[in-house]
Every structure is written in structure tokens, then in C-alpha cells.
């Protein structure tokens, strides 16, 4: 059973990126030829991407502390709510984006153990001097890998949080 994160990305988020991507087809068509009006909408899109899956990751890593906290103090609200301060104080993924180093560092607090492009001008240019174009195709490719990855974390964490405390988490949160 994928986790309450999981299942809104691939329905809430997936559309609201699919609506950014019909606005820009609908605003220039598919086809070559229309790169100097669409730029600034392929940034658009790749932040929107980006934006998505770092709500992913920071909606499951959420996820995971409540259900800690559940599993450690069951039925008492109050001592949840103080256990899952250490998870979230913190937490990377308020500071920065959800690259590895931070989802290293976020779910590492568990015990375990991308899209660093969105703000900084400069990386998506290096990006594209290293010969990625940022057009539809590839954000459509991104977000394809993206959905492989949010599916992976989601079994990875799941399975990790399963071993440690027992029961399957994600019922706990549904």
C-alpha cells in the first residue's frame, strides 16, 4: 500500500503539472520553431516539477515522523506532537531543495542510510551547456524519473520504517 504522500503526488501534483504543461502547449503549440516564446515556460514547468517533488518528499518525510511518533506514544496526542519536533526542526527540505544531500540528510534522521536546478540561475545553464535542452521532452522525461523515485523512496522508507517498528505505516496513516 503506497503512502497517503505517494498516492498525492501521483494525482494532486501530477495534475497540477499537467495543467502547466497543457497551458503551455495551448500558448505555443508542440511543434519546433517556437523557442524564443516559450523559454520562460519551460523554467516554469521545470520549477513546478521541482517545487512538486520536494512537497513529495517533505509530505512523506511528514508522514514517516507521525507515524514514529504514533508507534512511540499511542493515543497520547501531546507526546506525538513533542516527538516529532527533532524530525522537522531542522529538516533541510524547509532550507534548501530536495537534492540528495538533503533527502540523505531528512530521512537519514529514521535511520536510514534531486532538482537542485530549480533556484539558481546559474546551474540551469551549466545544465544546458552540458547539452540538456529544457524543453517539454525534458521535462516530460524529469517527471517520468521523478515518479520512478517517489515510488522507490515510498517503498524504501516504508519497507525501512516496516523492520524497525513492525507494522506496515502507511495503514497508520490513512
Excluded at 38 to 48: G, Q, S, Y
Excluded at 79 to 97: E, F, V
Excluded at 135 to 141: A, N
Aim: proline fraction near 4%; glycine fraction near 12%.
Amino acid at each position: 500500500m503506497p503512502s497517503v504522500s505517494l498516492n498525492t503526488w501521483t494525482t494532486v501534483r501530477a495534475q497540477r503539472i499537467k495543467r502547466l504543461r497543457a497551458a503551455h502547449e495551448a500558448f505555443g503549440g508542440t511543434g519546433p520553431g517556437r523557442r524564443w516564446v516559450t523559454d520562460e515556460l519551460n523554467h516554469a514547468l521545470i520549477l513546478r516539477l521541482a517545487s512538486e517533488f520536494q512537497g513529495f518528499a517533505r509530505d512523506l518525510h511528514d508522514e514517516c515522523g507521525l507515524f514514529i511518533a504514533r508507534c512511540l506514544a499511542p493515543g497520547n496526542r501531546q507526546l506525538q506532537d513533542s516527538l516529532r519536533i527533532p524530525y522537522t526542526l531542522y529538516r533541510k527540505m524547509n532550507q534548501g531543495n530536495a537534492d540528495p544531500g538533503t533527502l540523505g540528510n531528512d530521512f537519514g534522521l529514521f535511520g536510514m542510510a534531486r532538482n537542485g536546478i530549480a533556484h539558481d540561475g546559474t546551474k540551469i545553464a551549466r545544465v544546458q551547456a552540458n547539452g540538456w535542452p529544457l524543453t517539454l521532452r525534458s521535462v516530460d522525461r524529469w517527471k517520468s524519473s521523478l515518479d520512478g523515485l517517489a515510488r522507490g523512496i515510498d517503498r524504501a522508507v516504508g519497507g525501512h520504517l516496516k523492520l524497525m517498528y513492525g507494522t506496515t505505516p502507511w495503514q497508520e496513516t490513512t
